[in-house]
């Protein structure tokens, strides 16, 4: 299968050279981008340069469907996706990787679907550990058989230890994503408060190092994230340099949005959410430092604004 990438950003870089590596399981990966520098980058992993949209469409033979994943800010996906349905032909596959509001996948499918394409809705998650360890790929689309054919590029993403699932109709995909993120915004709260108290407790001197290692051999809070803690305290246990505003980029929001709307309480994701709010506006301690730093180790946020 030919599948073009647009967006070689700290995902879609990760998502290009895992598939352009893997010529020998009959994938050719076409890569594009705003500026050349990744592009050629994406070249030297055995991707085949695109500096154009049409360049992008002319790579593909005329007898193979057009497949351009998009891994793109939600913010100016919309606009890239209407230039690409200007000069895609009939039949294309258009996957829409970036973390987008699950209800503008749905209006964005149905946009497709006039010009006589598919349109498929991939949540992913992995951060800049995708790459190595494989990604979590969640996806929704009206049309199974347009999944199928994406399934193959699927698979090299997801080894060796990832995983990827078809949720159902259009827009699913970016759902079960969405809830994802909140869930990881309120697990991320509840380590960084707990450490903070054991810092900031009765007991001066806790070793938190230890307690991180010690968490981290079959408690009941070993997790992924707990391990990026243990690499933090090791590395860092002051936190030093970190500023301690922490942002958020959307996927919180919509998720307790569509919980109003459905009348379901998230009083933990809401209390977190609202912690990120309050940094940004000047609410800073040790644990909003934490979460910059966990934020950094896995998905290679900025420690500081």
Not at 100 to 116: A, C, F, H, P
Request: aromatic share 8%.
């Amino acid at each position: 299968m030919r599948i073009a990438v647009h967006g070689l950003g700290r995902m879609g870089g990760q998502i290009a050279q895992k598939l352009s590596e893997a010529s020998d399981q009959g994938i050719t990966l076409i890569a594009h981008n705003r500026s050349p520098e990744p592009i050629e980058l994406a070249v030297s992993h055995g991707a085949v340069a695109a500096y154009t949209k049409q360049e992008v469409i002319d790579k593909f033979d005329p007898d193979e469907t057009v497949i351009i994943w998009l891994m793109l800010p939600s913010d100016v996906t919309d606009q890239h996706l209407q230039e690409w349905l200007e000069i895609v032909p009939s039949g294309s596959i258009l996957i829409d990787g970036g973390n987008s509001d699950y209800r503008l996948s749905i209006k964005r499918s149905e946009l497709v679907s006039q010009k006589g394409c598919s349109f498929i809705d991939v949540g992913v998650s992995g951060g800049i550990w995708g790459y190595q360890n494989g990604f979590a790929m969640m996806a929704g689309s009206d049309s199974k058989q347009s999944f199928n054919e994406i399934e193959a590029a699927l698979k090299v993403l997801a080894a060796p230890e990832g995983d990827y699932a078809y949720f159902g109709e259009t827009g699913s995909g970016h759902f079960v994503k969405m809830t994802h993120n909140a869930i990881e915004y309120g697990m991320m709260e509840s380590l960084s408060e707990g450490y903070r108290l054991l810092k900031e407790g009765p007991y001066q001197g806790i070793d938190l190092e230890s307690a991180a290692r010690v968490w981290q051999h079959h408690s009941v809070v070993t997790s992924w994230l707990n391990e990026l803690v243990l690499e933090i305290m090791h590395e860092n246990p002051e936190l030093d340099g970190i500023e301690g505003k922490v942002a958020q980029t959307g996927e919180a929001a919509w998720a307790l949005e569509t919980a109003k709307d459905l009348g379901i309480d998230m009083p933990a994701i809401n209390d977190s959410f609202q912690v990120r709010i309050d940094s940004e506006n000047g609410a800073i301690n040790y644990s909003t430092k934490l979460l910059a730093a966990i934020r950094n180790k896995f998905g290679g946020h900025k420690l500081n604004n």
